[in-house]
């Protein structure tokens, strides 16, 4: 599975670190879901980090991130709220919408879990909603406050004691909670919903589900998380969470005929050393595959695709960077470089002949059009200016580099056995 940062700005203007957690190779992207962790914790928690991989491995990409003030994320925590969470999670999904599909499922664990039954009916691409260990209200966390409410009222901040960390907090953070004291806004979500809570959960009592489960109409579920701890610090717990959820996601999000407007599942016949490209839809959606590997091509959303996957010129320099990867590590092992790490950036344009500042004697002027890729390379280690420029000459020799400066000749036929009649 790949992990890909997503950054993003909230409506603060801070920048937000986020993952996203995508199916492996071989397995197809049904759906995206949006993640929101607990109170005061992080993107990286055990339980989030194990249900956002499960989930991708069952073909749900899952973004995970840090609110606002916590983890990785930029911002000062004490000028957070819980209307600022929400909006966080609207900023999550516009960048999920904008890069790759909008979000269909949220999932909230403890206090995300409150924020995405709060944010649910704001999101149109939502069609179900999981919530574990999760409390009605946001008010459920007052208690957490209860010494601190003097100073709050005096200062206007104050320091609290949240699990083993302290964190500021302001008195508007308490005075945003009234906001939402009700839990009328969860009799509204009109959509279908599963509740997982734990009877011996210490920190946010059963209760707590039982009055979202009353107060939300059908369809609605509950799954029981016997002995489980309120973080599912148990491996075995959110690992049956991401099982049961899938399960039950599927008959509310349509996985397995979304899966089949995309086209057939089962992969063709491959050969050792060829590749293979199916139609997956009657657009630009396309399945590649190799004896081994399976992947998806697409065409962006502006370009009348789905965005399913990279479009064939960013393929091309996928195959020139990775080639360019290898080459070099190779180089540098061999010669025994203080090479740490290597990044490679490629961009592919079309440019006006006359605009080319080298190698361009043979492409004439005027209206003329060549393809320029450019290629970046990031060197990360101990070396000195000769190895460096050294490793800059050896990026050209990569194979699939002399490949394409070699004009290759390509050959096309027809298959006879295709012809109608």
């Not at 911002?75 to 966080?88: I, W």
């Not at 957490?144 to 104050?158: D, I, V, W």
């Not at 004439?364 to 290629?375: E, L, N, S």
Request: glycine share 8%.
């Amino acid at each position: 599975m790949a992990r890909i940062k997503l950054d993003f700005e909230n409506a603060e203007g801070h920048t937000l670190a986020g993952l996203l957690e995508t199916p492996p190779p071989g397995v197809e992207t049904l759906r995206y879901a949006l993640f929101a962790h607990c109170f005061t914790c992080g993107k990286d928690i055990a339980a989030a980090s194990r249900i956002s991989r499960a989930l991708a491995a069952r073909g749900i990409a899952v973004l995970r991130f840090d609110f606002t003030g916590l983890g990785n994320s930029d911002g000062d925590f004490a000028n957070t709220s819980f209307t600022s969470n929400v909006q966080d999670l609207m900023a999550a999904a516009a960048k999920l919408e904008s890069d790759y599909r909008a979000p269909a499922l949220l999932i909230g664990h403890s206090l995300g879990g409150a924020a995405v039954l709060a944010a649910a009916s704001r999101l149109p691409s939502v069609e179900a909603v999981v919530t574990i260990a999760a409390p009605a209200t946001p008010g459920h966390i007052e208690h957490l406050f209860s010494g601190a409410r003097g100073e709050l009222e005096e200062t206007g901040e104050a320091e609290v004691q949240v699990g083993r960390r302290r964190f500021r907090i302001r008195r508007q953070f308490l005075d945003d909670l009234s906001h939402y004291a009700d839990a009328e806004h969860i009799r509204r979500l009109k959509r279908a919903l599963l509740i997982f809570h734990s009877p011996v959960d210490e920190i946010v009592s059963i209760e707590e589900a039982a009055k979202i489960y009353k107060a939300a109409l059908h369809p609605k579920s509950f799954i029981s998380l016997c002995n489980a701890d309120h973080l599912l610090t148990n491996r075995e717990d959110s690992e049956y969470v991401a099982e049961t959820l899938v399960a039950w996601a599927s008959r509310y999000l349509n996985l397995r005929s979304h899966a089949e407007e995309a086209g057939p599942g089962t992969a063709p016949d491959v050969g050792p050393g060829e590749v293979v490209v199916t139609e997956r839809d009657d657009v630009f959606l396309r399945g590649l595959y190799t004896e081994h590997h399976q992947l998806l091509a697409d065409e962006p959303k502006d370009a009348g695709g789905s965005g399913l996957g990279p479009d064939p010129y960013q393929l091309l320099l996928m195959a020139l960077g990775a080639c360019t990867s290898m080459t070099l590590r190779l180089y540098a092992d061999r010669n025994d470089l203080s090479l740490d790490d290597i990044e490679v950036r490629l961009r592919h344009e079309r440019i006006h002949a006359d605009d080319c500042e080298a190698d361009c004697d043979d492409v004439g002027g005027g209206d003329a059009k060549i393809d320029r890729i450019t290629r970046h390379l990031v060197l990360t280690g101990d070396l000195n200016p000769r190895e460096r420029e050294r490793l800059l000459r050896i990026a050209e020799r990569c194979p699939v580099h002399r490949t394409l400066e070699g004009a290759p000749r390509i050959i096309s036929d027809l298959d006879d056995s295709s012809e109608n009649g």
